[in-house]
């Protein structure tokens, strides 16, 4: 047995507390007849029972094996997150920090050599005793003492204490990659940063809380259905008291002994109340928020998980969740008698000194379309012409020749002011790549316009099947860009979304995700940025990047550690299928009851009315043999939906109509026929070895 299943069963038996029982009212129910049971065993050893004593021990072990099996159940389900959560109590711990105050951090900006001067007038203090807004210098091959804020530096950080990934990430002051995270290791230069959290508040505490299921709260759905099973048991806890007083009553009519036991209406009360979903319930929330961990995703509360599962507009930026986020050369386009092999002449030289991934993707575009490679610079005299937000071009000066490239406006005004020519031709190339989704560079050499690059947006393979999926599910998918409306819309075509919003600000996520929750949507997006912040807080489902600024982190009520942008997409299928799992076994464990009760009602009352044997479809052996059977299987079908339950129902894409028909096929009918044969062969067993 492995480690995770012995600390499984060994929390099952400390669960067995009345304090533990009681937060699980079904389960409660179940736990109290077992000890009830036991009791009526004892009274039966000095005479006083009305079954016989073997039968009744019999029972109540049974019945405590059904409360440890559903106890068991839930511990299995936590001790994935267990384990989680000491692997990241092993990155967490206590080391010097180097604190530093606001003077020295302003006076630190000053200095030729900031690391030298930070590391030498620093304090040194216990990591934690850090406080929210305190300032702590970190270099490099030392771990970040708590989460923060950069305020000054740049570094490369490993965070695969964190989020599992190897691959180190670039951290530094200013824009949406500031956020660092305690516990993570600082490998090259420095960075100086502001702590965001106090001690025992941190993301690497919520981290550990949350995955070992310490902070996580029933959901709104998950209480529903507690209260919908706890009316079910006292109905059927009504049932059995009344049966139990009619039974005596009409034994006494006919000068007969009530064949009706205690133990005998236990045994039906257990078998009729939905013990099976009731066990279960718990394991199935807290393996849902498992598989979202292992997905490496933290959510903040199981209700966001639940709120996937019912999400029916996805918001997605463009970049980096639909198209690659970088743009690549696709095409060169001459114009006004120049050759396409002398745009892309003039484009490679251009972008030679371009180590943008849009310069990079020039050069092997020249050199696949006309083998141009191999250029002798040294020596040449080329000047590289830098590119500048003034004048958006860059370029070189090159054996007598100026080469430039950039913005289409850009270039057009270069042109112009040395007296050259804009063309219509080029006009209409330029309009005709933006019409295509697509972005023009304009290629000059000595103040004439020799043609247009294509630089396009790759939409990321498999992202169209992807939204077609979602579109099966019901699911409608928006596309969030700061393109243009006619870019915007080719790219939108291009992926298969349903609608897109162009020129987006942050004013208008918020705006967009209010109206479609107005008209009654349930809204999932993601963002990394302060400027998300507002719409993710909005938002029904928020996954900020872990790579992103503290604002959007606390505005989210999930945080992707991997940080890519196509999560949203697997987080709302697990919600989806943690949904569906809850309702399919909700269903079985319904169905259960049908051939439980064609099981116990006949073995109990045929003595009392005999036309009932017609009920007693199964033929079992006796009332003792019908009564232990269901009791035992009630007990077994536990143990045997664990897997499902941990591991999920199996998704597929699909309208909810298709769903439920699928489900109420499988696990309806299968809930009722699956009692039926198991029933009649554990029956056929104890018969045939006589124990009843």
């Known amino acids: 047995m492995s480690t995770q299943a012995m600390r499984a069963v060994r929390d099952a038996f400390a669960k067995l507390a009345p304090r533990e029982q009681a937060k699980n009212p079904v389960m409660l129910m179940v736990y109290l007849s077992a000890i009830l049971t036991l009791l009526l065993f004892v009274l039966s050893l000095f005479g006083i029972a009305d079954s016989r004593p073997g039968f009744i021990l019999a029972i109540s072990l049974v019945l405590w094996l059904t409360v440890l099996f559903a106890n068991f159940a839930e511990a299995l389900a936590e001790g994935r997150g267990k384990a989680q959560a000491d692997s990241l109590r092993a990155a967490k711990r206590d080391v010097e920090a180097h604190k530093l105050n606001d003077g020295l951090v302003a006076k630190g900006f000053q200095e030729s050599d900031p690391a030298t001067f930070f590391h030498l007038q620093a304090e040194e203090v216990n990591s934690a005793c850090l406080k929210k807004k305190d300032v702590f210098f970190v270099a490099a091959g030392e771990q970040i003492p708590a989460d923060g804020e950069v305020v000054m530096g740049a570094a490369s950080v490993d965070e695969s204490a964190i989020t599992g990934e190897s691959a180190p990430v670039i951290r530094e002051s200013g824009g949406d990659r500031s956020a660092v995270t305690g516990g993570t290791t600082v490998l090259s230069d420095w960075l100086v940063v502001r702590v965001t959290a106090d001690a025992g508040h941190s993301f690497l505490d919520q981290m550990i809380a949350m995955v070992e299921s310490a902070a996580r709260k029933k959901t709104p759905n998950e209480i529903a259905l507690e209260i919908l099973l706890v009316a079910l048991t006292i109905v059927f806890l009504i049932v059995a008291v009344s049966l139990f007083t009619f039974s005596g ?183 005709e790549i933006s019409r295509a989704g697509g972005t023009p560079l304009l290629v000059a050499r000595d103040h004439r316009i020799l043609g247009v690059i294509y630089l396009k947006d790759i939409v990321k393979q498999g992202i169209k099947e992807n939204f077609a999926d979602l579109r099966t599910m019901g699911i409608k998918t928006v596309m969030i860009t700061g393109d243009n409306p006619m870019t915007a819309a080719a790219i939108a075509a291009e992926a298969g979304v349903d609608d897109f ?192």
């Open 249 to 431: 009553f009409t034994a006494g009519l006919g000068d007969m002994t009530n064949p009706t036991t205690i133990t005998s209406l236990i045994a039906l009360f257990v078998c009729l109340a939905p013990t099976t979903i009731g066990a279960l319930l718990s394991a199935i929330g807290i393996a849902g928020m498992s598989r979202l961990n292992r997905a490496n995703v933290l959510a903040m509360s199981g209700r966001a998980v639940e709120a996937a599962g019912d999400v029916d507009v996805l918001l997605l930026d463009k970049t980096g969740t639909i198209t690659l986020g970088n743009r690549q050369a696709a095409e060169f386009i001459p114009v006004d008698g120049a050759t396409e092999q002398e745009v892309a002449d003039a484009a490679q030289l251009a972008s030679l000194t371009d180590e943008t991934p849009e310069g990079r993707s020039i050069v092997v575009l020249a050199k696949e379309r006309f083998d141009i490679r191999g250029r002798e610079l040294e020596g040449s005299g080329m000047v590289s012409v830098p590119f500048t937000a003034q004048t958006r071009m860059s370029g070189v000066d090159f054996d007598g020749h100026e080469i430039r490239k950039g913005a289409a406006d850009a270039v057009r005004a270069y042109v112009e002011a040395a007296g050259g020519a804009y063309s219509t031709a080029c006009t209409l190339a330029a309009e």
């Open 501 to 692: 919003i162009a020129e987006a600000t942050p004013e208008t996520k918020l705006e967009a995700i209010r109206q479609y929750q107005a008209d009654g949507h349930m809204v999932a997006m993601t963002g990394d940025g302060t400027n998300d912040a507002p719409a993710l807080a909005q938002a029904d489902v928020a996954v900020a990047m872990n790579s992103g600024t503290q604002a959007a982190k606390e505005a989210g009520n999930m945080v992707d550690l991997d940080s890519s942008p196509t999560k949203l997409i697997d987080i709302v299928r697990i919600g989806k299928q943690l949904l569906m799992t809850r309702g399919s076994l909700t269903t079985f464990s319904i169905a259960n009851d049908l051939a439980k009760y064609f099981a116990i009602i006949p073995a109990l009352f045929v003595p009392l009315y005999p036309e009932l044997a017609a009920l007693n479809i199964m033929q079992l052996g006796s009332p003792l043999s019908a009564i232990m059977a269901a009791v035992i299987y009630n007990a077994l079908i536990i143990v045997a939906l664990i897997p499902l339950a941990l591991r999920g129902v199996k998704y597929r894409e699909g309208s909810s109509q298709s769903l439920l028909t699928r489900n109420l096929a499988v696990y309806g009918l299968g809930g009722i026929a699956l009692p039926f044969v198991a029933i009649k062969l554990l029956d056929m067993l104890m018969v045939l070895i006589g124990v009843v």
